[in-house]
C-alpha cells in the first residue's frame, strides 16, 4: 500500500468538471477545425453540388475533426451531461428537406450537406461533454475570433480596393467576417461586465470592434449593438471599473459622430445607395417563396437544403440569393421545417429567460443569433451561425441545464475570466 505522501505525489486525475490546460487548448483547437471545415473558402461561391478539391478538404478537415473529437471523449472518464433534443428537433427538418430535394431532383447535393450537418452536430455534443458549458462556450468564442482575425489581416487588401474588409485566408464576404467577431465582442463585454475591465479584454474588444465597422455590416453592427444592450440588461454593472469605460467611451463616440463621418459612410457605404435595393431584394424572394401554392408539395417540405437561390420575375435577374435564414427554411425545408425551428427558437428563448446560471451569457448570444436569422442565411446551414445556434440550444436543454458540475466556476461565485475553472 502506497505511502501517504506518495499519493500527494501522484497526479491528479483530470476530468469532465476538472479539466487541464491541454484538455481546454485541444477543445479550442477542434472548435477551430469545425469552423474552418463550415466557413466559405470562395466568397463568390454557392455550393450547388458536385465534388472538387474544396469540397474534399473542408469534408476531410470536417472528419478529422470529428475523429479528434471521438478520441477526446473516449479519454474523459467523466463527461458533462448534455441533451440531444435540439439536435433531435434539427435531424426531422434535414430529413424533410432530403424529402423534398427528391421530389425536386437534387437530392445528391442536399445529401452532401445534410451528411456534413450531422457532422457538425455529432462533434459539438461530443466536445460539449468534455469540458463544463463555460469552458466550451469561452472555447468556441476565442476560435472564432481567431479564425476572424487571421481573415481581416489576410484580407487587408479587399478593404483598399472595395471599401469593405472581407476574409483573405479563408476568402470570406465581410457579412461573413462581421458575423464571426459578433460572438466574441459580445462574450467579452459580458466578462467586463461581470468581472471588471482589463486591458487585455478592452484591447480585444477594440480590435474585434474595428474589424465590424471595417467590414461595413450594418446588420451585424445592429445585432452587435443589440447584444451589448441585452447582455447589459440581464448582467448589469457590477463593476466601477466599468463605469469608467463608458465615461471614455461615451465623449469618444460622440467626438467621432460629430467630427468624422465614419457613421454616416458606414449607413451609406461611403455615399452608395445600395441601402434600398438590398431591401427590395430581400423582399422579392420572400414574396416569391411565400407565394407558393398551398396545394404544392414544396410549400409544405420545401425543395432542398442545397437551394441557394430562388428564381424571380424581376426585369434586371432572374434569380435570387437567399439571404434571409427563414426566407431559406421556407424554400429548403417548407411550412413543416420552418414551424420545428420556430418553435425551437421560442423554446430557447423561454429556457434561456428563465435559467439564472445560464442566462447571463447565453440570452445575449440568442439575441444575437436571432438578429442574423433574419438578415443573413445560415441558422440551418453548414455555417458558423449554425454551430453557434445549436451550442446554445443543446445549453439549454433540462439535462444540460441540470448537470452536475458543482466544481465549476461561475461570474456569480468568482471574479475568474470564463476560460478558466479552479481545478481541485
Known amino acids: 500500500m502506497p505511502e501517504p505522501t506518495e499519493l500527494a505525489r501522484q497526479p491528479r486525475q483530470q476530468s469532465a468538471h476538472h479539466p487541464s490546460t491541454a484538455r481546454v487548448v485541444a477543445v479550442g483547437g477542434l472548435y477551430i477545425l469545425l469552423i474552418v471545415s463550415v466557413i466559405p473558402w470562395r466568397s463568390a461561391t454557392i455550393y450547388s453540388g458536385g465534388v472538387d478539391a474544396v469540397v474534399i478538404a473542408k469534408a476531410l478537415i470536417a472528419v478529422i475533426a470529428l ?3 471521438v478520441a477526446l471523449a473516449a479519454r474523459t472518464r467523466e463527461r458533462v451531461a448534455v441533451g440531444i433534443a435540439p439536435a433531435g428537433v434539427i435531424a426531422v427538418v434535414l430529413l424533410v428537406s432530403v424529402l423534398g430535394s427528391m421530389l425536386a431532383g437534387n437530392d445528391s447535393s442536399t445529401i452532401v450537406l445534410v451528411g456534413r450537418m450531422f457532422v457538425v452536430m455529432a462533434t459539438i455534443l461530443l466536445l460539449l461533454t468534455a469540458v463544463p458549458w463555460v469552458t466550451s462556450i469561452a472555447c468556441l468564442l476565442t476560435a472564432m475570433a481567431a479564425v476572424a482575425l487571421v481573415a481581416a489581416v489576410t484580407g487587408l487588401p479587399s478593404l483598399a480596393s472595395t471599401g469593405r474588409l472581407g476574409g483573405g485566408i479563408p476568402e470570406i464576404h465581410p457579412n461573413e467576417l462581421a ?10 463585454v459580458v466578462l467586463m461586465l461581470r468581472s471588471g ?5 478592452l484591447a480585444a474588444v477594440g480590435v474585434l470592434v474595428g474589424i465590424a465597422v471595417a467590414s461595413g455590416s ?5 445585432a452587435i449593438g443589440v447584444g451589448i444592450g441585452v447582455a447589459v440588461l440581464v448582467n448589469g454593472i457590477r463593476d466601477r471599473s466599468v463605469l469608467y469605460m463608458l465615461l471614455g467611451v461615451l465623449p469618444l463616440g460622440y467626438a467621432i459622430a460629430s467630427f468624422t463621418d465614419v457613421f454616416s459612410a458606414l449607413a451609406t457605404r461611403a455615399g452608395s445607395n445600395d441601402t434600398s435595393t438590398a431591401l427590395d431584394s430581400r423582399f422579392d424572394v420572400w414574396r416569391v417563396v411565400i407565394g407558393w401554392d398551398w396545394g404544392e408539395w414544396q410549400k409544405w417540405i420545401g425543395i432542398g437544403l442545397s437551394a441557394k437561390k430562388i428564381p424571380v420575375d424581376i426585369k434586371w435577374r432572374d434569380e435570387q440569393v437567399l439571404d434571409s435564414s427563414w426566407a431559406s427554411l421556407l424554400a429548403q425545408t417548407g411550412l413543416i421545417g420552418t414551424a420545428l425551428i420556430a418553435a425551437l ?5 423561454a429556457s434561456a429567460l428563465i435559467s439564472a446560471r445560464r442566462r447571463w451569457l447565453v440570452t445575449p448570444l440568442l439575441t444575437l443569433v436571432i438578429i442574423r436569422s433574419v438578415t443573413e442565411s445560415g441558422l440551418i446551414d453548414s455555417a458558423t451561425a449554425f454551430i453557434l445556434f445549436f451550442t446554445v440550444a443543446s445549453l439549454l436543454t433540462h439535462r444540460s441545464r441540470h448537470a452536475d458540475d458543482p466544481k465549476e466556476v461561475r461570474f456569480d461565485e468568482a471574479d475568474a475570466d470564463p476560460v478558466l475553472l479552479r481545478r481541485v
Open 345 to 349: 427558437i421560442v423554446w430557447c428563448v
Open 67 to 69: 475523429g479528434a473529437t
Open 179 to 188: 458575423g464571426l467577431v459578433a460572438a466574441p465582442i459580445i462574450g467579452l
Open 218 to 222: 450594418r446588420t451585424g453592427l445592429l
Open 197 to 201: 475591465v482589463r486591458v487585455w479584454r
